[in-house]
DNA sequence: AGTGTTACCCGAACGC
DNA sequence: TGCGTTCGGGTAACAC
């Protein structure tokens, strides 16, 4: 469930704690979360590189080494540790180790996460390939507002919340933020886009970019098992409104869960009326 | 072309 | 307790 905030607050803990370590072997546990290449030649291509920097593209890392680029995504349960022992836990599928000793270790519990390798340290090429491209604005980009949504979703018909996972239109939110922004622009998750004014496109794009900013200032959302490199939880399960909630905290009435895409969605039917 | 649906990844939690 | 079933987020592939 790493979302936005999450991929965002692992990116700090990692440029804290990574950059500048030379990578002396990198081994692999389990083959298919590597996607681009095979696992020796993953391996090779990272001995004797020194990471330069972490960056983050909506839900992706991008781990900047010397000569190669390596974007991965946590999808649901990744998890980046840094530990000294040598010594594989469960559920660790893939450990970069450092010549200071340190180790980098990915674990997931799903073998759901996925890492791409690109032999070029030209970040604009890789955004024009995949994984990357086809990403719609973040939340934050200062373009990110309610004309660029309007624009985008001129003639569909999805439901809102749909439309907010949608990665192709707007980058980084994941189920958990894509329900707290319906609620705060006071919209049904379920509502058609064509039926949206400029204004509720404007209160949309304000509200995410509202819930995002708070969202990475508490160091994103432990619902289940999210923490940082640093192994910190984050604090912003504290702060939801509607994702998990039993009673809304404006007017009392109960949350409804109901499936918009197929997707588990919390709303207050009082506060966020169908139009 | 745009949209909705399904499959997939797999372990944990659940129910009997 | 043990075993089968269900669940689930993000994405790609597929069907319409």
């Given at each position: 469930m790493p979302e936005l905030p999450e991929v965002e607050t692992v990116k700090k803990g990692l440029q804290e704690c990574i950059i500048g370590e030379e990578i002396a072997y990198v081994?692999?546990?389990y083959d298919r979360i590597i996607q681009n290449t095979t696992v020796t030649d993953f391996c090779k291509s990272f001995i004797g590189q020194k990471i330069v920097d972490v960056k983050r593209k909506g839900k992706?890392?991008?781990f900047i080494f010397q000569d190669v680029i390596l974007v991965s995504h946590l999808r649901m349960e990744g998890k980046y540790?840094?530990?000294?022992q040598e010594e594989k836990a469960k559920h660790e599928h893939i450990i970069f180790g450092f010549i200071s000793g340190k180790t980098l270790r990915y674990h997931d519990t799903r073998k759901f996460g996925t890492m791409?390798?690109?032999l070029t340290t030209n970040l604009k090429e890789i955004l024009?390939?995949?994984p990357l491209v086809n990403l719609g604005k973040e939340?934050?980009?200062?373009d990110f507002n309610g004309t660029y949504l309007h624009q985008k979703l001129l003639k569909s018909k999805r439901p809102l919340k749909s439309v907010l996972l949608d990665q192709t239109i707007v980058s980084g939110l994941g189920n958990i933020y894509a329900n707290e922004v319906c609620f705060y622009a006071h919209l049904n998750p379920s509502q058609p886009v064509n039926t949206l004014t400029s204004e509720d496109f404007q209160n949309i794009a304000i509200s995410a970019k509202k819930v995002i900013i708070k969202a990475i200032s508490l160091g994103g959302t432990t619902i289940r098992t999210f923490v940082n490199a640093h192994e910190i939880s984050g604090r912003f399960q504290n702060e939801l409104m509607v994702h998990m909630r039993?009673?809304?905290c404006i007017c009392g009435g109960e949350i409804t869960k109901e499936f918009v895409g197929g997707r588990g969605t919390y709303y207050c039917k009082?506060?966020?009326?169908m139009r």
């Open positions: 081994t692999v546990y992706y890392l991008i540790f840094i530990r000294h791409e390798l690109f024009k390939q995949k939340p934050l980009e200062p039993k009673k809304c009082n506060c966020q009326k």
